[in-house]
């Protein structure tokens, strides 16, 4: 089996600030998912890539950047932290196409003073 | 573009009672996307409950079971007797070749003893 770490797992910033969350996976996949999870809601894409060096975005990607400069890790960054914003970020990965399984990471819970 | 509705909780039920949460698509750009329940028991992570990536097939998994029907253009989760472990939060998500996982807002179970 595999697994996926995310770090960190909660990340505090003020508002403004540029935040780096990331994610690894040693399952060997070739796609990779941010999501994102607000109280209340579903899981809102934010971007995802289905090989190293690409980005698809999703949903919410404006106010994000994303980079998969290796096959096994895919960071995300909040451009410009909203004051008062809390939600968990999800990362994910599926063996090789967005019809398969994911498998998740345990996530990073971001708060914004 | 691609969506899921389902249930909206939090849903109470009493230990050995049935359930039922309802989960409809839409998928635009495929005529049969794969379509998931994923479950989030407390303090774990997002995890695959089930899975049906034909139509007219049922899927099962820890007493639960969910029918692909394009008809209805549904998957809703069943089981015939709940118990207390099974309280968690639950996800219907679709996925497609050409576009990231959709899911839904996600149903809170809470099972009572």
């Known amino acids: 089996g595999g697994i996926i770490t995310q770090t960190p797992k909660f990340l505090i910033g003020q508002e403004g600030q540029k935040l780096t969350l990331k994610c690894q996976q040693n399952f060997n996949h070739d796609t990779m998912y941010w999501y994102r999870q607000d109280s209340g809601k579903g899981l809102r894409l934010i971007y995802y890539s289905i090989t190293e060096n690409d980005l698809q975005k999703g949903d919410l990607s404006e106010g994000y950047d994303a980079s998969r400069e290796k096959k096994s890790s895919f960071s995300l960054t909040v451009t410009s932290a909203q004051k008062n914003e809390m939600a968990v970020f999800l990362c994910?990965?599926?063996?090789?196409?967005?019809?398969?399984?994911?498998?998740f990471g345990s996530g990073t819970r971001l708060t914004v003073l | 573009g691609d969506s899921v509705t389902q249930t909206e909780g939090p849903v109470t039920v009493s230990e050995s009672e049935s359930l039922i949460i309802n989960c409809t698509y839409s998928?635009?750009?495929?005529?049969?996307?794969?379509l998931f329940w994923y479950v989030r028991y407390p303090g774990e992570g997002l995890q695959l409950l089930l899975k049906v990536i034909t139509a007219g097939q049922k899927g099962s998994s820890r007493g639960f079971e969910a029918t692909y029907n394009k008809e209805t253009t549904s998957f809703h989760l069943q089981k015939a007797s709940v118990q207390e472990s099974d309280s968690a939060v639950y996800y219907c998500a679709l996925g497609d070749h050409n576009n990231a996982p959709r899911f839904g807002a996600g149903t809170k179970l809470s099972v009572k003893p």
């Open positions: 994910a990965s599926s063996m090789t196409n967005s019809a398969e399984t994911l498998y």
């Open positions: 998928a635009t750009s495929i005529a049969y996307p794969n």
